[in-house]
Antibody, heavy 123, light 107 residues
Framework: QITLKESGPTLVKPTQTLTLTCTFS??????????VGWIRQPPGKALEWLAL???????RYSPSLKSRLTITKDTSKNQVVLTMTNMDPVDTATYYC???????????????WGQGTTVTVSS | DIQLTQSPSFLSASAGDRVTITCRAS??????LAWYQQKPGKAPKLLIY???TLQSGVPSRFSGSGSGTEFTLTISSLQPEDFATYYC?????????FGPGTKVDIK
């Protein structure tokens, strides 16, 4: 059974750097084709895709946020870390991590999601 | 950067109705499209991938079609548990954008 859980601060101040950790179980991020991504959702708004890291350390970022994001993995700890610099109140959102399996090659979606963690940006 | 639009943005329907949601991509994405269902306060759930392949465990009343730039999600007979917001996502390009969502509400 695949599970993912997000952790990190619930409150950050403007201009600070946010660090979120996704701790997962039930799969290995060293398995060919597997990836873990981050998605966020501001209150009452749509999902926004942020970043994804693959088993081979291939990294993908949202073009609009690329300069502020860094995604890394620690395969031995079963963790993926997302950092976002220069936080602003508009970054207030629920942040999700999700698993992307190797089924169907590049056609597959994000099939297992964490419960999400709410981050508020305020001074 | 590939953009997705969805129509309608809001849909009011009754149980038993057939519902169709459209997702359009700003450029061709072959069949690299997934659909998700999200209920309030919950994480999204993968319904369909590769534009038309039903994810394991998803009821057969859900179906997807399309390729290139236009895609549809159809619910053949809306059930009470289907009232939710639906998102499409493209997985063709370097970044995997989501559509703006379609909220399906009870008439």
């Amino acid at each position: 059974q695949i599970t993912l859980k997000e952790s990190g601060p619930t409150l950050v101040k403007p201009t600070q750097t946010l660090t979120l950790t996704c701790t997962f179980s039930g799969f290995s991020l060293s398995t060919s084709g597997v990836g873990v991504g981050w998605i966020r959702q501001p209150p009452g708004k749509a999902l926004e895709w942020l970043a994804l890291i693959y088993w081979d350390d291939d990294k993908r970022y949202s073009p609009s946020l690329k300069s502020r994001l860094t995604i890394t993995k620690d395969t031995s700890k079963n963790q993926v870390v997302l950092t976002m610099t220069n936080m602003d109140p508009v970054d207030t959102a629920t942040y999700y991590c999700a698993h992307r399996g190797a089924i169907a090659g590049g056609y597959y979606g994000m099939d297992v999601w964490g419960q999400g963690t709410t981050v508020t940006v305020s001074s | 950067d590939i953009q997705l639009t969805q129509s309608p943005s809001f849909l009011s329907a009754s149980a038993g109705d057939r519902v169709t949601i459209t997702c359009r991509a700003s450029q061709g994405i072959s069949s690299y499209l997934a659909w998700y269902q999200q209920k309030p306060g919950k994480a999204p759930k993968l319904l369909i991938y590769a534009a038309s392949t039903l994810q394991s465990g998803v009821p057969s009343r859900f179906s997807g079609s399309g390729s290139g730039t236009e895609f549809t999600l159809t619910i053949s007979s809306l059930q009470p548990e289907d009232f939710a917001t639906y998102y499409c996502q493209q997985l063709n390009s370097y970044s995997f954008t989501f559509g703006p969502g379609t909220k399906v509400d009870i008439k």
